[in-house]
T-cell receptor
Framework: NAGVTQTPKFRVLKTGQSMTLLCAQD?????MYWYRQDPGMGLRLIHY???????AKGEVPDGYNVSRLKKQNFLLGLESAAPSQTSVYFC???????????FGPGTRLTVT | GENVEQHPSTLSVQEGDSAVIKCTYS??????FPWYKQELGKRPQLIID?????GEKKDQRIAVTLNKTAKHFSLHITETQPEDSAVYFC??????????????FGSGTRLSIRP
């Protein structure tokens, strides 16, 4: 039981490049989330999903897109990376009946 | 929407003393308040949570209190130990999304335990 995993662990992008971050969970959780963590700003919700095929905007959705084609996977896309998107990205999942969120190990993204 | 404010941003206490971290929230309809601990370089992990139908919950050296009237909740750690050094986040379940578990986090408190 791997829990929540994220791919890749580290990435460096140039401004304007695109990339996709992959989150996978093997706990059969309904809900999945993407957060970004910046110093002094806590965890800010980017997008989330309440089930396969559904997504919704969080607090800071601009510049990001997501897809949940399979229940176990939640993808975060950056179409045209900007230096302001340099951050640590965490994925999380939880059951529908229990709000405890299980986090992945994080992806450190640097945009130069 | 829900807004969660957390204080202090940094806290240093002597080993063995108590530590208190406070949070306020804006939406009176919020009904679930978790606390997460994040050690350096690690992922956040739930340490305790409280729902709006209780005023206090305790788990060994950790306790959380909730004052719904004042819209604030606090984390209390007693008999602090070196392994308590970490960043602590409070959070609140945003109202209006009861079936969607939209959790809003505070900005975090870096707790350091002095030997």
């Amino acid at each position: 039981n791997a829990g929540v995993t994220q791919t890749p662990k580290f990435r460096v992008l140039k401004t304007g490049q695109s990339m996709t971050l992959l989150c996978a969970q093997d706990m059969n959780h309904e809900y999945m989330y993407w957060y970004r963590q910046d110093p002094g700003m806590g965890l800010r919700l980017i997008h989330y999903s309440v089930g396969e095929g559904t997504t919704a905007k969080g607090e800071v959705p601009d510049g990001y897109n997501v897809s949940r084609l399979k229940k176990q996977n939640f993808l975060l896309g950056l179409e045209s990376a900007a230096p302001s998107q340099t951050s640590v990205y965490f994925c999380a999942s939880c059951r529908g009946t229990n709000y405890e969120q299980y986090f992945g190990p994080g992806t450190r993204l640097t945009v130069t | 929407g829900e807004n969660v404010e957390q204080h202090p941003s940094t806290l240093s206490v002597q080993e063995g003393d108590s530590a208190v971290i406070k949070c306020t929230y804006s939406d009176s309809a919020s009904n679930y308040f978790p606390w997460y601990k994040q050690e350096l370089g690690k992922r956040p992990q739930l340490i305790i949570d409280i729902r709006s139908n209780v005023g206090e919950k305790k788990d060994q050296r950790i306790a959380v209190t909730l004052n719904k009237t004042a819209k604030h909740f606090s984390l209390h750690i007693t008999e602090t130990q070196p392994e308590d050094s970490a960043v602590y986040f409070c959070a609140a379940l945003a109202a209006g999304y009861s079936s969607a578990s939209k959790i809003i986090f505070g900005s975090g408190t870096r707790l350091s335990i002095r030997p």
